[in-house]
């Protein structure tokens, strides 16, 4: 089915093999705040290294697997399937990066993060500036050899578990005065602290919280780029983790349809199945057309990247994908709820902690209405042939 190869399909099936080792352990997650214990999440980490389920998308030269779209797509389906986040130890580093870092930046994070030694958090949000990107006020002063940046960034995800960030700021001075740039920050740095961490709805290890960038200095070999390309590596991030993000939304609706059509089954009310009541099936019914209409766009939209799709076009896709399968995966888990009934709402049921983890990716990495507008305003431009 979907015209998978033999490589597509061993990928597929250690993935799987890899989220079903992870599903048991999702209960007791839950019920400690998303953490396990350290050495149970060490060695999870370790099981994925064993697999070859992290860094697929980093190329092979430099240790990451150098899969193809479609097959990380694979891998991220299935760390879909597991709540609590569990499946984040599956890491993608920034596939982005080799391209535009330094030699030096490629020793120092590029290669440790593709080996599992260091890891990456993004402070680029703000409080007033979230959807437009363009609008942070977050700023970088050239000082001698080195920046001075400053700002206030939230919702910093994996602030407690990385040890650099992705700092995005507007350049304040000198001849890209008001353009963005991207500079690493290593964690700790003199100048930065957390303002709060808030608590959110799911329940996962890695925090999101409010962090201060105070007179932070860094060297400027630590400049991501060029000045005047933040945009650039933003939009380049966004492409990538909006098919990801779409692939896990996938993978939570395909664990979702499977475990209430099992309960369906089992389960007895007045005397038969639930599944045989109409309102029942049709919950069924829909979860399952829909998952399928998804999952077809979603590896079309990983293949066309592998053809070699247009930016523009594979930005507009990606971003399609996004929308449908995040919007699919929430209607699902609602569905879900509605089956097991009660029991749907107890947090040890996965329905109910997909109905709570789902919410977010219908905001994060660019809110659904963002989404629209991106495929809108390519449709308008290039007309709608040219994107689907
Ligand atoms: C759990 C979580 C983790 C996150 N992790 C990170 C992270 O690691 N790093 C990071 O930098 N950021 C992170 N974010 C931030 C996230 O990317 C933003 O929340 C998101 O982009 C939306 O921005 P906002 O919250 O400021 O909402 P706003 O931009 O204020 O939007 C509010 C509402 O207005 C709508 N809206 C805004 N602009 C438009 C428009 N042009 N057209 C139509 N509607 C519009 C939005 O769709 C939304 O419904 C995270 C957020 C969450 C919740």
């Not at 490589?7 to 352990?25: K, T, V």
């Not at 597991?82 to 120092?108: F, H, I, K, M, Y």
């Not at 389960?267 to 009541?277: C, F, K, M, N």
Request: net charge negative; charged share 25%.
């Amino acid at each position: 089915m979907y015209g998978l190869t033999e490589s597509d399909l061993q990928i597929q099936a250690r993935a799987r093999r890899f989220a079903d080792e992870l599903i048991p352990f999702e209960p007791e997650a839950e019920l400690n705040g998303g953490t396990l214990p350290k050495e149970v999440t060490a060695n999870h980490a370790a099981r994925a290294r064993e697999l070859g389920l992290c860094a697929p998308n980093l190329p092979a030269e430099l240790g990451g697997g150098g899969l193809s779209t479609l097959q990380q797509v694979l891998i991220q389906e299935q760390a879909g399937r597991v709540t609590n986040a569990l499946g984040w130890v599956a890491s993608t580093p920034p596939s982005w990066l080799p391209a535009v870092a330094t030699p030096d930046q490629l020793e120092r994070y590029v290669r440790p993060a593709v080996r599992g030694e260091r890891e990456e958090c993004y402070a680029i949000t703000e409080e007033g500036s979230g959807s437009d990107v363009s609008s942070l006020t977050a700023t970088a002063h050239r000082d001698g050899d080195g920046y001075l940046l400053n700002g206030t960034k939230w919702h910093v995800t994996s602030f407690n578990t990385a040890d650099f960030a992705f700092f995005q700021a507007v350049l304040d001075g000198g001849e890209h005065d008001g353009e963005h740039a991207m500079f690493l920050v290593d964690l700790p740095s003199p100048g930065v602290s957390v303002v709060r961490t808030p608590a959110y709805s799911h329940t996962i290890s890695h925090e999101h919280p409010i962090v201060a960038f105070t007179d932070v200095r860094v060297p400027a070999a630590n400049l991501v780029g060029a000045e005047g390309d933040g945009m650039r590596f933003a939009h380049e991030w966004f492409r990538f983790e909006r098919l990801m993000v779409a692939a896990r939304c996938v993978g939570a609706a395909e664990r979702l349809t499977a475990e209430m059509t099992a309960f369906a089954r089992e389960r007895q009310a007045g005397g038969r199945p639930i599944s045989e009541y109409g309102l029942v099936a049709g919950m069924l019914a829909d979860s399952l057309t829909e998952l399928f209409a998804a999952r077809s766009l979603l590896y079309e939209t990983a293949r066309g990247i592998d053809r070699g799709t247009g930016v523009k076009v594979a930005h507009a896709q990606c971003s399609m994908a996004k929308l449908y399968c995040s919007e699919m995966a929430g209607r699902v888990a609602d569905r879900a709820v509605q089956v097991f009934g009660g029991r749907g709402y107890m947090r040890e049921n996965v329905a109910e902690r997909f109905f709570r983890e789902l919410r977010v990716e219908r905001i994060w990495e660019g809110t659904s209405e963002v989404q629209r507008d991106i495929i809108a305003r390519q449709m308008v431009k290039r007309g709608p042939a040219a994107l689907a």
